[in-house]
């Protein structure tokens, strides 16, 4: 059974930091994916990795702040998010699949999600 659960999530002040960790069971995956989904809106990609973590990927608006890793050995994916700011507020879900894509319905493994919350 293939499971996906994260960790890390809080309340934190702007400018402060926090980790998001999501350790995989069941399988290994390639890509392995972090999205969020802020009240009212859509489910948006935030960072992804490669297994080699040769590849990722990071949305405009995290870019310079967060950094994603992972690290095979645990099977578990990482977001460091530095910076913080009140956008960042939402539900984070660590998505894992075959293929490094930056669509939410690309992928078929998905977290219960964790909420970060960043008070200004």
């Known amino acids: 059974q293939v499971q996906l659960v994260e960790s890390g999530g809080g309340l934190v002040q702007a400018g402060g930091s926090l980790r998001l960790s999501c350790a995989a069971s069941?399988?290994?995956?390639?890509?392995m994916a972090w999205f969020r989904q802020a009240p009212g809106k859509e489910r948006e990609i935030v960072a992804a990795?490669?297994?080699?973590?040769?590849?990722?990927y990071y949305a405009d608006s995290v870019k310079g702040r967060f950094t994603i890793s992972r690290d095979n050995a645990k099977n578990t994916v990482y977001l460091q998010m530095n910076s913080l700011k009140p956008e960042d507020t939402a539900i984070y879900y660590c998505?894992?699949?075959?293929?490094?894509?930056?669509?939410?319905?690309?992928?078929?493994?998905w977290g219960q999600g964790t909420q970060v919350t960043v008070s200004s």
């Open positions: 990795i490669t297994w080699s973590g040769g590849r990722t």
């Open positions: 069941g399988r290994t995956f390639n890509a």
């Open positions: 998505a894992a699949d075959s293929l490094l894509l930056v669509s939410a319905s690309a992928y078929k493994y």
